[in-house]
């Protein structure tokens, strides 16, 4: 069993819709969580980064951590086309552990 | 907020020849860096970390004589992929994180390495 589980995907969606993108971790000591989003052949940028459980909103985005199930989620309002991207869950543990990414959710949102 | 800069972006060479890639953080002092490859439409995979002054700590699988990481200055660490070949073509990406709980990890922009 991976540490880290992410559907794939792809998921696509129409302009405007509410996405819902998951992650599962199996390690009780992750205590910090971040979402990052890539486009093709560039590097992962850092989206939400928060401690614990708990939410965090952003603009359209907004993250959420319940650490009871060890559930990540990011939810992205609005969709827009140019949010079409690969959205990858990470989590760690602290100090400068490794980071632990799930496999990554292609997202299409389409006009 | 924390900027990491990765140079070059692409890079085409010849089998057998070694390539240098560079990382840089920007505004701020990482003792500590991490270096990532990533083959398409799969996710991050973790080779290396990197800190200053030390030796790397290889992740099981990669060989630290192929890809041998520097990181001489507290701004800068390199991965060298020495006698490279076909197969180690893949997208090599660059991180580090900036002292302090509320600071996540930021990444370069990546390399995307060719052998031929």
């Known amino acids: 069993q991976k540490e880290v589980e992410q559907d794939p995907g792809p998921l696509s969606v129409p302009e405007g819709a509410i996405v819902s993108l998951n992650c599962t971790y199996s390690?009780?000591?992750?205590?910090?969580f971040m979402w990052y989003r890539q486009y093709s052949r560039k590097g992962p940028e850092l989206l939400m980064y928060?401690?614990?459980?708990g939410n965090k909103e952003d603009g359209r985005f907004t993250a959420q951590v319940d650490k009871s199930s060890k559930y990540i989620s990011l939810f992205i309002r609005d969709s827009q086309p140019s949010d079409s991207a690969t959205y990858l869950c990470?989590?760690?543990?602290?100090?400068?552990?490794?980071?632990?990414f799930g496999a990554g959710t292609r997202l299409a949102v389409h006009p | 907020g924390a900027v990491v800069s990765q140079h070059p972006s692409r890079v085409i060479c010849k089998s057998g020849t070694s390539v240098k890639i560079e990382c840089r953080s920007l505004d701020f002092q990482a003792t500590t860096m991490f270096w990532y490859r990533q083959f398409p439409k799969q996710s991050l995979m973790l080779m290396a970390t990197?800190?200053?002054?030390?030796?790397?700590?290889?992740e099981q699988g990669v060989e630290k004589d192929k890809f041998l990481i520097n990181h001489a200055s507290l701004t800068l660490s390199t991965l060298t992929v020495t006698s490279a070949h076909p197969e180690d073509s893949s997208f090599y990406i660059c991180?580090?994180?900036?002292?302090?709980?509320?600071?996540?990890?930021?990444f370069g922009s990546g390399t995307r390495l060719t052998v031929v």
């Open positions: 928060t401690y614990s459980s």
């Open positions: 990197s800190n200053e002054g030390s030796k790397a700590t290889y």
């Open positions: 991180s580090a994180r900036l002292t302090g709980d509320s600071n996540g990890y930021t």
């Open positions: 990470a989590m760690f543990s602290g100090g400068y552990n490794k980071l632990i």
């Open positions: 390690n009780s000591a992750f205590q910090y």
